[in-house]
């Protein structure tokens, strides 16, 4: 295990399982017969380690968390160096995952292969939160993002959550299932997409109303002081104790929609990390998320397009209710 380069880097992020994502294209995919792709492009994956590249790209000081097993675990902590990104790795015994991306192009349609992950011991796992406390000592923001692999507790993000209570860090969720149903107390935002609150919530949720019901009790439950829904193409919600704001999505041309929500929480936690306002920091995560959908593949967002769809700022003018400071408003530790 590496040591952390600084004691002060403002966002740390967590990916209990990482993944080399391979994306290609055919003409047709098909079955039995052997399907002839173009040549692969390679690139680090998993939540926290996407939140970390699009931060990183925005000059924000971020530091990726993650364990890593075999040649593709060496792969993606290459692949993350050359892209600058700062690392703290944990070596574990079994091999991390590839995912695979495939646009059919005969159709438009794209076709996502996503592998189950390693199987961590409770040694590794006990590891990874040991690199995690020494990684946030200073850290402003933590972010957990993405799926647990085999021999992960469903509790595991709680746990994570207490941690960053002790360390004095604001803790950020990005998961779905199992996850996100045992989170209990302690973050300080959670992003689910309106499939991962309908999941959470045990039921579908029809339209804007039911999604805000949902995340009101998550809210009241305890489990979080806000949550930001997102929606795809359509308005994200942001849900606090006092109220919700509505932030429409940018108009884009259709496109890879992979990574669009970890670039979402990358610039939600890259804003608020630069004591923006929440509104504020939400505005620059839909331009992150909609920047996304600019690149193919699971390239990253550009930092241009980013910019420039920040600038556009196809929104509303809503009343803010959040006010610029050092911590962000409302949120205990
Ligand atoms: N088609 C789109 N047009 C414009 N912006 C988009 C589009 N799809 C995604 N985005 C942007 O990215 C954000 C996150 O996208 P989305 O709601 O799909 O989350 P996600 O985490 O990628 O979803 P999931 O985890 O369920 O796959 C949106 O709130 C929006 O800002
Ligand atoms: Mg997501």
Not at 135 to 153: N, Y
Not at 218 to 230: A, D, E, F, H, M
Request: aromatic fraction near 6%.
């Amino acid at each position: 295990m590496n040591e952390p380069t600084t004691n002060f880097t403002r966002i740390v992020t967590l990916t209990m399982n990482p993944a080399l994502d391979i994306s290609t294209e055919t003409r047709t995919v098909g079955h039995t017969s052997k399907v002839r792709c173009g040549p692969g492009r390679y690139h680090p994956g998993g939540g926290g380690v996407n939140v970390a590249r699009v931060a990183t790209a925005l000059q924000a000081s971020a530091s990726a968390v993650l364990p890593v097993g075999g040649l593709t675990g060496r792969r993606i902590l290459e692949l993350l160096d050359d892209e600058g990104v700062d690392t703290v790795h944990v070596d574990i015994a079994d091999t991390t995952r590839e995912n695979v991306t495939v646009d059919e192009l005969a159709t438009g349609l794209q076709y996502r292969f996503v592998l189950a992950g390693p199987h961590m011991s409770a040694d590794e796992r006990h590891a990874c939160l040991g690199a995690l406390r020494r990684a946030t000592v200073g850290a402003e923001f933590v972010v957990a993002s993405g799926s647990l692999p085999p021999g992960v507790p469903p509790d595991f993000y709680q746990t994570v959550a207490d941690a960053c209570r002790d360390q004095g860090s604001l803790f950020v969720l990005d998961t779905s299932g199992v996850g996100l149903a045992n989170l209990t107390s302690g973050a300080y935002l959670v992003k689910a997409s309106s499939r991962e609150l309908s999941d959470w919530a045990g039921r579908p949720l029809a339209g804007e109303d039911e999604q805000l019901d949902a995340a009101a009790q998550l809210i009241s439950k305890g489990c979080t002081q806000s949550i930001l829904v997102s929606r795809g193409a359509d308005p994200a919600l942001l849900v606090t104790p006092t109220g919700h704001q509505r932030f429409p999505a940018h108009e884009m041309p259709t496109g890879s929609g992979v990574g669009a929500g970890d670039a979402m929480v990358a610039g939600v936690v890259v804003g608020l990390s630069r004591c923006w306002s929440m509104t504020e920091a939400v505005r620059f995560g839909m331009a992150c998320g909609a920047a996304m959908m600019l690149t193919p593949g699971t390239g990253i967002c550009r930092p241009d397009d980013v910019w420039r769809l920040f600038d556009q700022r196809p929104y509303a003018s809503h009343p803010n209710p959040f006010s610029p400071s050092t911590t962000p408003e409302g949120a205990t530790r």
